[in-house]
């Protein structure tokens, strides 16, 4: 069974994720308060959260980054 993780991303590009269970944090502990605009832009206009990146990976791979 995978993890699933869904993507919250804030106006100004700033990529979060969330585990896709309904608790309305991320897993860097921001709340996911506003519009979510993870559809509506482009890849490359968004800027990862270190936090967010290292807890996915550690989640699926079980080792820190």
Partial sequence: MSTKFTEWTKRLGQQHFAMYDGTGRTLCGMPMLG????????????A?????????????EGELV
Avoid: G, W
């Fill in 48 to 60: 990862p959260c270190s936090q967010c990146a290292e807890r996915m990976a550690f989640i699926t």
């Fill in 35 to 46: 519009n979510n605009y993870a559809h509506a832009m482009h890849d490359e206009d968004k």
